[in-house]
């Protein structure tokens, strides 16, 4: 937290204000006359201009500020929003982000063209070209203001403001001590001294906003220009009083931590709180602990259970505070993809609206990480394939813009995300002409539905007759089945004719804790994911014998192959006796893992393999016994491939 | 008979409240309150609101508050740096610096 570098923390404001921004801007496309969005978007584009000055990122101060004097003029109602605007502002807001993240070389002439088109959209609007009066050059400014009482206590000191007036050009500046209350009334921590200032010179109106950007908000400000320009100009603020909170104290309660880019996470002051608490009761744990370990009191074998008790109930509470602390709501995710929606809307020619629900359900902040770009997989899916032109659903008789709706909810240990569109359903005989034609299936092979549409994850499938730009280039269904593979998570997916697709992905809550079942093969203990697990059963010794050599097993007359894992590892030793099936599977898939001893349930706390172990495929990761020992944990994945791959090659031998 | 009311050392935001107390209580003792501010080190805004404020009050309870001596350097500093002395009334100069404007 201490000796923060400002240009991380301010990439980081930054990343969350052009958010905003764009949250504003894409609420406003739907609204184009509603002021506080304005008003919003407006506040955000200044906040990011005068911070950005302030931390040295003076390209993206320039560019923005022609956005934000675009904005103004709409603010003022001298030019309507229209959609064009939104759409360049839109742009210009990428482009800013370039901005934020580089020094700003080679962008300029990216940020001249939206410039141009800005000005395009602004001078369109206004229907005469009014470029000029906003930077009219006056001779000067006359200005009064005063700052909102609480300035003083919070830190601000006019004296500076008025030092930085100075500085601008030539400057008179009068004190007003006529709001101030009699002694009686008066807090003396606030300020009502007032001041007239004369400003002259060659000055824009935004340096003179520029010094007052951090007190803004709230404070008394009129500025007309001086003579011999007879145009009066009166800004009063503060703006309208239901507007957003301003950026730069938008929430007080997370504490603004120092962020830094990429591997932070904001965490709300009071559950920090409750883990301090339970550390301090740790302590008091520990102090007990040592007073028994130092003394010799009678009866300490009762104190030393209640103790280790104590720890064990201090221990899963920490556990499950420090769990919760990871957790980061959906909606940051979920804000993602309004902007992405509105851009296949535009580029498909659709309408679209985005519906999201449950948007406080929590996940942990790297399994959200890893979501964001199946998700986008699937949500592009769902408006490129899924959705028809307006004109194909009015004659399919429904409403002309399509709908795509997220949802997210907590279900047990699991979060389940949904992605459903009403769109035209998944084409049951193109993905079968698809899959014979790839010689996935037999032709006039009979499938379940369900095992039918399982087809798309398979690689390379994609049943989009055109490739379009956004998808159908077949890459793309078995990533996103991989990618929630990989976070021990299931996909599912349901299509009804006509009515649309529903996309389900199950993620667990966080990676770092799994309940497992502790098996012994040989002399090693190992951990097979409990999620993964369907049944345990015996393997006798004839059944043993018999099947050596044909590792399959009939299990509610279907064969399932198993694998002998006192083989795979070698352990070079003799099976036990009763040896156990464990069956797992992933998805339809199943597979059998033979075990010399099932051990029992246990959670596991997850230690990723050291880099010397990373292209280790069989195990997922080690875990720590009760007892020191360490037991391997079992990658399900590769496992229940590997068993499918034993399945082909017999089969292939006949 | 005047009050003399003596401030010391820093004069702040921090310390307005205290001096706020400290002139309200010798207003309200006596109608003569002169101010000895030549040994103030270090002030604020505040310091110069509410001194305003206090001969404000002062007027509307027919007393009188002044300075035992005009504004040491300092206090000056501060006005003109605040615009305090910019077109500064007659009032206001004789108030701070007795009548004659130091250069």
Sequence with gaps: MIGQDPIAAFRVEAGELLE?????LLDLGHRLDDRDLVDAVFRGLHTLKGSGAMFGFDALANFTHHCETAFDRVRK????????LVAVILSAQDHMRALVDGDGKGLEATGDAILARLQAAIDGAAGTPVAAVAEAPAQGWRLFFRLPPEAMANGSNPLMLLDELRELGECKIVARTDAIPPLTDLVPVECHIGWDVELRGDISRDDIDDVFIFVMDDMELKIEALAPEPAVETVSLPVAANDA??????????GRPAAKAGESVRVPAERL???MDRVGELVIVQSRLSQLAHGSAVGSEMALRSISEEIERLASELRDTMMVLRMVPVATLFGRFRRLVHDLARDTGKTIDLVTEGEATEVDKTVMERLADPMVHLIRNSCDHGLETPE?????GKPASGQVRLSAHQQGGEVVITIRDDGRGID???VRAKAEAQGLIQPGQVLADQELLQMIFHPGFSTAAAVTNLSGRGVGMDVVKRTIESLRGAIDIKSAPGEGSTVTLRIPLTLAIIDGLL????EGRYVIPLAAVEECIELSLEDDLRSRGRSFITLRERLVPFLRLREMFETGTRPDPHQKIVVIATGAERVGLVVDQIIGSHQTVIKSMSALHRDVTTFAGATILGDGGVALILDVVQLVTLGQHQEERLRAAG | MHQLLELQGSQTVRTAPELQRALLAALDAGADVALDISDIAELD??????????????????????????APGPVAALLTRAGFLTDITPDDLDFWFHGVLAQ
Excluded: W, Y
Aim: net charge positive.
């Design chain 1, 20 to 24: 905003q921004i764009e949250q504003g």
């Design chain 1, 77 to 84: 109602g001298l030019a309507p929003a229209t959609q064009e």
């Design chain 1, 245 to 254: 909170p301003p950026p730069a104290e938008a929430n007080p309660a997370s």
């Design chain 1, 273 to 275: 709180d409750e883990l």
């Design chain 1, 392 to 396: 194909e659903r009015i004659a399919a």
């Design chain 1, 428 to 430: 049951r005989e193109r």
């Design chain 1, 519 to 522: 098996v012994r093969v040989g």
């Design chain 2, 45 to 70: 805004l505040s310091f110069v609101q509410t001194v305003c404020s206090a001969r404000h009050h002062a007027v509307l309870g027919g007393k009188t508050l002044r300075l035992a001596r005009p």
